[in-house]
């Protein structure tokens, strides 16, 4: 006989009267976002996808409720105001499929389709405006830049750890909703934002009900007054390994797992790491070839991966795969930056160079997963900890041919934390590093 059998029947029916009751908000809120999609081809979800080259190459993707047939990206380098006859460019989706959904998800009709336009002749340092049709529904005129080829200085705006808000993720107000309208202003505020870099965990789980509402939010709450889109840099966390991520952010004939470098500028590179597969192996000897051959010729290196080599809130021994594969080769070629999240803090560290503060060689690691998900307590006390906070915020980088600022702003518009490194002090842990 088990355990619960010997439990008076009575007492079972309270116990499960309980369970009920502690389940009844995950069910209800379950209910609310797994809900019945009207078909449609009007375009929803417009979204632009930068990889390697964001000077000449994007993904214009969007997605419809109904599979459709036609489904066209008209596009030039002048606003057209929808008028399909006036765009110099149109192209076809280069990829156009059904989303992968859950039997509960079919259940209840929220059947879509994801529709991707690979574009490989861009200008730099030039704004595309845009109009996708499917099936003769159009969306409205939108508009995205490409990256500078030459030094022109450029800012990134970082986030990690959307996930799921407190408030539950059709809220108008969730804390996801507030940390996108906070990119807004800040694209807005700065013309020269080129991309949302993401260190991912977008949602729970990368499954279409959760996925829907992250790209909802992103396209009403990111998209500026102007109709201009913030492109996603994407990268793999532990929560996005259904294929739902990949759907989501197709990329065609995708050289490597989730890992590649990001040309920004002439100057200034941005290498995306997948902590959810081998840290060794394949990756890791991509990562070194990639810093042998970059870190000569660009004046700032930033690394961007889920899980921290030197985490605010988790277990340090839990970070060993990050810090014993990827930090001594981060050391050796005087990376400047490390983007961080999953801890679902804010954080910064001191200078580490081979696991001591060093001001003038260490490499600053900062992050750990402010966008939207609930905020854990930090530990201050770790040695290598300069700041430590509870805010959902983000990170705005901004590179220029002499100094690399970093500001973290919560929601409430309010800078709480901010560093920079000098081109001068890059030259010191450069020449420190490669002896």
Do not use: C
């Not at 992968?100 to 209840?108: N, V, Y």
């Not at 000098?422 to 490669?434: C, L, Q």
């Amino acid at each position: 006989m088990n355990t619960i059998s010997r439990i008076p029947s009575f007492i079972q029916s309270a116990l499960a009267g309980i369970v009920l009751a502690f389940l009844s908000p995950a069910v209800s809120q379950a209910s609310d976002y797994i809900r019945a999609l009207e078909p449609s081809t009007e375009p929803i979800h417009v979204r632009v996808l930068f990889e390697s080259n964001p000077s000449r190459e994007a993904v214009v993707a969007w997605t419809t409720t109904a599979p459709g047939e036609n489904h066209r990206l008209y596009y030039d380098t002048e606003p057209r105001g929808g008028d399909l006859d006036a765009y110099r460019h149109d192209l076809p989706s280069t990829h156009s499929a059904p989303y992968t959904l859950l039997d509960a998800e079919r259940e209840a009709g929220m059947h879509s389709w994801s529709h991707n336009v690979f574009l490989d002749d861009l200008e730099p340092a030039t704004a595309y405006y845009l109009t996708v049709v499917s099936d003769g529904d159009a969306s409205e005129e939108l508009h995205f830049i490409t990256a500078p080829a030459d030094e022109t200085p450029v800012r990134l705006v970082a986030v990690g750890d959307s996930r799921t808000p407190r408030a539950g993720r059709t809220h108008p107000e969730n804390d996801r909703r507030l940390v996108n309208a906070l990119m807004r202003r800040q694209m807005e505020e700065h013309p020269d934002v080129l991309a949302m870099i993401h260190g991912a965990d977008y949602t729970n789980r990368a499954y279409w009900a959760e996925l829907y509402w992250w790209l909802k939010d992103h396209a009403e709450m990111t998209t500026t007054a102007d109709n201009r889109l913030l492109p996603i840099i994407p990268s793999r966390g532990n929560h996005d390994r259904d294929v739902g991520f990949e759907e989501m952010f197709w990329w065609p004939d995708r050289e490597n797992d989730y890992y590649y470098t990001t040309h920004l500028n002439a100057e200034s590179a941005l290498i995306t790491l997948n902590t959810e597969i081998s840290r060794g192996g394949n990756q890791r000897e991509w990562l070194e070839s990639q810093l042998a051959e970059l870190r000569p010729g660009k004046r700032w290196l930033v690394a961007m991966y889920h899980r921290p080599a030197f985490p605010s809130v988790r277990d340090f021994e839990g970070a060993a795969p990050q810090r014993l594969a990827w930090v001594p080769l981060f050391d050796q070629y005087g990376l400047d930056l490390g983007y961080e999240s999953h801890d679902h803090a804010l954080k910064r560290t001191h200078p580490i160079y081979q696991g001591q503060i060093d001001e003038e060689r260490g490499v600053i690691y900062f992050g750990d997963g402010g966008g939207g998900v609930p905020q854990r307590r930090p530990d201050p006390d770790r040695w290598y900890l300069a700041a430590t906070g509870r805010h959902h915020h983000t990170h705005l980088l901004t590179f220029t041919s002499d100094k690399l600022e970093v500001k973290a702003i919560n929601i409430d518009d309010e800078v709480v934390d901010e560093f920079a490194l000098t081109h001068d002090r890059r030259e010191v842990v450069t020449a420190g590093s490669m002896q």
